[in-house]
T-cell receptor, first 116, second 112 residues
Framework: GAVVSQHPSWVICKSGTSVKIECRSL??????MFWYRQFPKQSLMLMAT?????????EQGVEKDKFLINHASLTLSTLTVTSAHPEDSSFYIC????????????FGPGTRLTVL | GEDVEQSLFLSVREGDSSVINCTYT??????LYWYKQEPGAGLQLLTY?????DMKQDQRLTVLLNKKDKHLSLRIADTQTGDSAIYFC????????????FGTGTRLQVTL
């Protein structure tokens, strides 16, 4: 149980295009999902907290117009990187907090984004 | 803000025990976690401990918490080559809606 999927697992795009990444909780409902960014050989940096049916809460320094987050249902959150640039290239990982186990986050496998 | 520190690298021989250490600064931490990350993959929750516990054991894994010193450790018994990965400790307090603060990660290398 407690499986989180991400799609796509990797994506290469041209500079200036937008990329959407999906995060799904497959066998549980998640009122809260989190989006992280990880640079090579570094720890995870929380970008935003996404609650179902409401606006995401962004961490300091994260541009909300750049990284659009939508949490339309209890099993799906999306992150759209708008007008991507090479510096947006990174590993993006989502996590989901179960409604029943509220103090445990289950992580997706990550999406590697490369912007040319 | 909260700070979580780990040593960067640990090398052990197969069959030996591994001990990965973590220190944190948030005195209001409620839960402390250990996650494993293999290359190119997401994070796998290994175990977690509530802050009013001193120890938790789960098969080959033993977590020790010294709340006074804000020190957390993960012991892996009979370490196998499949245990080679990066291990992250993380902490949260209920006041921040389970926002996790991650450590810097420890790369565990298991040699034959």
């Amino acid at each position: 149980g407690a499986v989180v999927s991400q799609h796509p697992s990797w994506v290469i795009c041209k500079s200036g295009t937008s990329v959407k990444i999906e995060c799904r909780s497959l066998d549980f409902q998640a009122t809260t999902m989190f989006w992280y960014r990880q640079f090579p050989k570094q720890s995870l940096m929380l970008m935003a907290t996404s609650n179902e049916g409401s606006k995401a809460t962004y961490e300091q320094g994260v541009e909300k117009d750049k990284f659009l987050i939508n949490h339309a249902s209890l099993t799906l959150s999306t992150l759209t990187v708008t007008s991507a640039h090479p510096e947006d290239s990174s590993f993006y990982i989502c996590s989901a907090r179960s409604m029943t186990h509220t103090d445990t986050q289950y992580f997706g496998p990550g999406t590697r984004l490369t912007v040319l | 803000g909260e700070d979580v520190e780990q040593s960067l690298f640990l090398s052990v021989r197969e069959g030996d025990s591994s001990v990965i250490n973590c220190t944190y600064t948030d005195s209001s931490s409620t839960y402390l976690y250990w996650y494993k990350q293999e290359p190119g993959a997401g994070l796998q929750l290994l175990t977690y401990i509530f802050s009013n516990m001193d120890m938790k054991q789960d098969q080959r894994l033993t977590v020790l918490l010294n709340k006074k010193d804000k020190h957390l450790s993960l012991r892996i018994a009979d370490t196998q080559t499949g245990d080679s990965a990066i291990y992250f400790c993380a902490e949260t307090n209920t006041g921040t809606a389970s926002k996790l603060t991650f450590g810097t990660g420890t790369r565990l290398q298991v040699t034959l």
